[in-house]
């Protein structure tokens, strides 16, 4: 969950690495620091906080030619200078994203005897496990096939040495790429930190380390042996990582989403999913809250029993798998270490299928099969367009099971090809509509419930996710009829609630819990199709959707909950791009 990036060339290096630092903030921003060779001798600086405090110490005129950088979400010890990377111990400086295990009982071995320790971090630790290795063999790349050996979890490193001017590198379970440029080359976390310098990249694969100089790349394989090299090129432009006069990132990858969805769903899905009897659909998060609108699109078109399960609990419970069941993973990043580890599980007994929006991410490259949701770079912590090319995917994979087996009539068919015609346009729409006086009268509350029931409640979950994540008020989503099951009773007057009506054989059922919350004092907000408000009589506040089919509502309902989201998080003035304690990329488990 930590950014990592680093240069060797001809360059001044320290513009490189904190460019590279501003474009993985995303990832973490905890605190941030670098290290630099000049005159012979390794430099570091670190800040706590944002990587605009760290840029206001730097002084951009050093000559330097080899420098790491770092941007952190903090894991182990507190988010201070002392625990920030870069760490050094001995003759080695390294940056670390991910998590060493076992560095707890590394740290009590006899090796690490003569080590005293300044900060709470495993990566100091696994540091000087490299510098004791490095002291033995007095080579490099001899430590690292020894450290790759001892370190237990997940790791990527970009590491420099005393009296050394190359840039080294090491990895498994955490994502790292290797930038070619022209007499210069480049380690980062992501693409994106080294777009404005080249669009020419290296995949690391788990168990590799590298030794990387201006004109020079040496990947050594998990079996130590150098490996042949493969350049692969990133398709997009430097522009996706620009807010394009946006006001934030969030706001922009929200008026993408049209364009998503046709990217999305004119994918062609070579699955057959009439092998199966049973899907497990394993995500977080808001793919997680994706996975549930699937599982009531795909039990319905596919007569196929779903489950959806929260990636970190699945590993660790007993499961039913064979041959007969398919495994769905989602994810946008393609790095989520909980829902990895699931997919590496489910690989020894059954298929696996990766729904994922990044090209090469480890699920992509663990996977059996795999389908890209084609959303583009999405910079925002808080998800919005990939989420919606999940549900989009889902959507296809749905409708296309659902023409297989005659579950969809022709008649019907051609209604919905419509519909997929007029989405784009009706996401627009939506878009361009004011939320500002809805967000007033949301953004002062302590507390706000969203009800909704089947999809609609999937649909819920996910409005309830983006509000607390980018404004921090308090909110949980629940089943429309489950509310009275004891949550009730923290409804008082003025609670805010948002439901989500779009079913019209249980609107009626929805709109009866609402009049209990109603009597209550609650304040109302309903989100309900143009079919349907008639039906809707005791909400103080309505937002109309165009009805379009069942497989396709899920995508338009969404899209007045991020807005509102939005609106109240920028009335309470909250860092919406980077909401506190969070991350994009969840590499730790």
Same mark, same amino acid.
């Given at each position: 969950?930590?950014?990592?990036?680093?240069?060797?060339?001809?360059?001044?290096?320290?513009?490189?690495?904190?460019?590279?630092?501003?474009?993985?903030?995303?990832?973490?921003?905890?605190?941030?620091?670098?290290?630099?060779?000049?005159?012979?001798?390794?430099?570091?600086?670190?800040?706590?906080?944002?990587?605009?405090?760290?840029?206001?110490?730097?002084?951009?005129?050093?000559?330097?030619?080899?420098?790491?950088?770092?941007?952190?979400?903090?894991?182990?010890?507190?988010?201070?200078?002392?625990?920030?990377?870069?760490?050094?111990?001995?003759?080695?400086?390294?940056?670390? #994203?991910? $998590? !060493? %295990?076992?560095? /707890?009982?590394? *740290? @009590?071995?006899? &090796?690490?005897?003569?080590?005293?320790?300044?900060?709470?971090?495993?990566?100091?630790?696994?540091?000087?496990?490299?510098?004791?290795?490095?002291?033995?063999? #007095?080579? $490099? !790349? %001899?430590?690292? /096939?020894?450290? *790759? @050996?001892?370190? &237990?979890?997940?790791?990527?490193?970009?590491?420099?040495?005393?009296?050394?001017?190359?840039?080294?590198?090491?990895?498994?379970?955490?994502?790292?790429?290797?930038?070619?440029?022209?007499?210069?080359?480049?380690?980062?976390?992501?693409?994106?930190?080294?777009?404005?310098?080249?669009?020419?990249?290296?995949?690391?694969?788990?168990?590799?380390?590298?030794?990387?100089?201006?004109?020079?790349?040496?990947?050594?394989?998990?079996?130590?042996?150098?490996?042949?090299?493969?350049?692969?090129?990133?398709?997009?432009?430097?522009?996706?990582?620009?807010?394009?006069?946006?006001?934030?990132?969030?706001?922009?990858?929200?008026?993408?989403?049209?364009?998503?969805?046709?990217?999305?769903?004119?994918?062609?899905?070579?699955?057959?999913?009439?092998?199966?009897?049973?899907?497990?659909?394993?995500?977080?998060?808001?793919?997680?809250?994706?996975?549930?609108?699937?599982?009531?699109?795909?039990?319905?078109?596919?007569?196929?029993?779903?489950?959806?399960?929260?990636?970190?609990?699945?590993?660790?419970?007993?499961?039913?798998?064979?041959?007969?069941?398919?495994?769905?993973?989602?994810?946008?990043?393609?790095?989520?270490?909980?829902?990895?580890?699931?997919?590496?599980?489910?690989?020894?007994?059954?298929?696996?299928?990766?729904?994922?929006?990044?090209?090469?991410?480890?699920?992509?490259?663990?996977?059996?099969?795999?389908?890209?949701?084609?959303?583009?770079?999405?910079?925002?912590?808080?998800?919005?367009?990939?989420?919606?090319?999940?549900?989009?995917?889902?959507?296809?994979?749905?409708?296309?099971?659902?023409?297989?087996?005659?579950?969809?009539?022709?008649?019907?068919?051609?209604?919905?090809?419509?519909?997929?015609?007029?989405?784009?346009?009706?996401?627009?729409?939506?878009?361009?509509?004011?939320?500002?006086?809805?967000?007033?009268?949301?953004?002062?509350?302590?507390?706000?419930?969203?009800?909704?029931?089947?999809?609609?409640?999937?649909?819920?979950?996910?409005?309830?996710?983006?509000?607390?994540?980018?404004?921090?008020?308090?909110?949980?989503?629940?089943?429309?009829?489950?509310?009275?099951?004891?949550?009730?009773?923290?409804?008082?007057?003025?609670?805010?609630?948002?439901?989500?009506?779009?079913?019209?054989?249980?609107?009626?059922?929805?709109?009866?819990?609402?009049?209990?919350?109603?009597?209550?004092?609650?304040?109302?907000?309903?989100?309900?199709?143009?079919?349907?408000?008639?039906?809707?009589?005791?909400?103080?506040?309505?937002?109309?959707?165009?009805?379009?089919?069942?497989?396709?509502?899920?995508?338009?309902?969404?899209?007045?909950?991020?807005?509102?989201?939005?609106?109240?998080?920028?009335?309470?003035?909250?860092?919406?791009?980077?909401?506190?304690?969070?991350?994009?990329?969840?590499?730790?488990?």
């Amino acid at each position: 969950m930590c950014g990592i990036v680093g240069y060797v060339g001809n360059k001044k290096a320290l513009p490189v690495l904190i460019e590279g630092l501003k474009n993985l903030e995303y990832r973490g921003y905890d605190s941030a620091g670098i290290a630099y060779l000049n005159n012979n001798k390794i430099n570091i600086i670190k800040e706590k906080g944002k990587i605009v405090n760290l840029e206001n110490v730097v002084d951009f005129d050093i000559e330097s030619s080899l420098g790491i950088g770092h941007t952190r979400w903090a894991t182990h010890g507190e988010a201070n200078k002392t625990n920030s990377h870069p760490h050094k111990v001995g003759s080695i400086t390294l940056v670390h #994203n991910g $998590i !060493i %295990e076992n560095y /707890s009982e590394l *740290k @009590k071995e006899m &090796i690490l005897n003569d080590y005293t320790f300044k900060s709470e971090t495993d990566t100091e630790v696994g540091c000087a496990v490299i510098d004791y290795y490095y002291k033995k063999t #007095n080579n $490099i !790349i %001899e430590t690292l /096939s020894i450290v *790759k @050996k001892i370190f &237990i979890g997940s790791y990527a490193m970009g590491i420099i040495v005393d009296n050394d001017n190359k840039l080294y590198a090491i990895k498994n379970k955490s994502p790292l790429i290797i930038g070619v440029g022209d007499q210069e080359n480049y380690i980062a976390s992501d693409v994106p930190a080294i777009l404005k310098y080249t669009n020419k990249y290296i995949l690391l694969d788990d168990l590799e380390y590298a030794c990387i100089n201006k004109d020079l790349i040496n990947i050594y394989d998990k079996n130590n042996n150098i490996k042949k090299i493969e350049i692969l090129t990133f398709s997009g432009s430097a522009e996706v990582i620009t807010k394009n006069n946006y006001e934030h990132f969030m706001l922009k990858e929200m008026n993408e989403q049209p364009d998503v969805f046709l990217n999305t769903f004119n994918n062609e899905i070579d699955v057959d999913f009439s092998k199966y009897n049973k899907i497990d659909i394993v995500a977080c998060g808001s793919a997680y809250h994706a996975g549930m609108v699937g599982k009531v699109l795909i039990e319905e078109y596919a007569n196929i029993p779903v489950n959806v399960e929260i990636a970190s609990e699945y590993r660790y419970k007993k499961l039913f798998l064979n041959k007969k069941t398919l495994v769905i993973v989602i994810t946008q990043s393609g790095e989520t270490a909980d829902t990895l580890a699931a997919l590496e599980l489910a690989n020894n007994y059954c298929d696996t299928l990766a729904i994922v929006n990044v090209v090469g991410s480890s699920i992509a490259r663990s996977a059996k099969k795999v389908i890209y949701t084609k959303a583009g770079i999405e910079i925002a912590v808080a998800t919005t367009k990939g989420y919606l090319a999940q549900v989009a995917l889902l959507s296809k994979i749905a409708l296309n099971i659902g023409v297989k087996n005659n579950k969809i009539s022709k008649l019907e068919y051609k209604k919905i090809l419509k519909d997929i015609e007029q989405i784009p346009s009706l996401i627009k729409e939506l878009l361009n509509r004011d939320y500002t006086t809805l967000a007033s009268s949301i953004y002062k509350s302590n507390d706000v419930y969203f009800l909704g029931r089947l999809i609609d409640y999937a649909t819920c979950l996910e409005g309830s996710l983006k509000l607390k994540e980018i404004s921090y008020i308090h909110s949980e989503a629940y089943a429309a009829g489950e509310l009275k099951h004891g949550t009730i009773s923290l409804i008082e007057k003025n609670t805010s609630i948002i439901s989500v009506i779009t079913n019209e054989l249980i609107a009626e059922k929805t709109v009866s819990n609402l009049k209990e919350v109603k009597a209550r004092g609650a304040k109302i907000l309903v989100i309900t199709t143009d079919d349907l408000t008639h039906a809707v009589d005791c909400a103080d506040n309505i937002i109309c959707i165009p009805k379009v089919c069942d497989l396709l509502q899920p995508i338009l309902t969404t899209i007045p909950l991020q807005c509102i989201s939005y609106e109240v998080a920028k009335l309470k003035g909250c860092d919406i791009d980077k909401p506190k304690n969070l991350a994009k990329s969840v590499t730790v488990e």
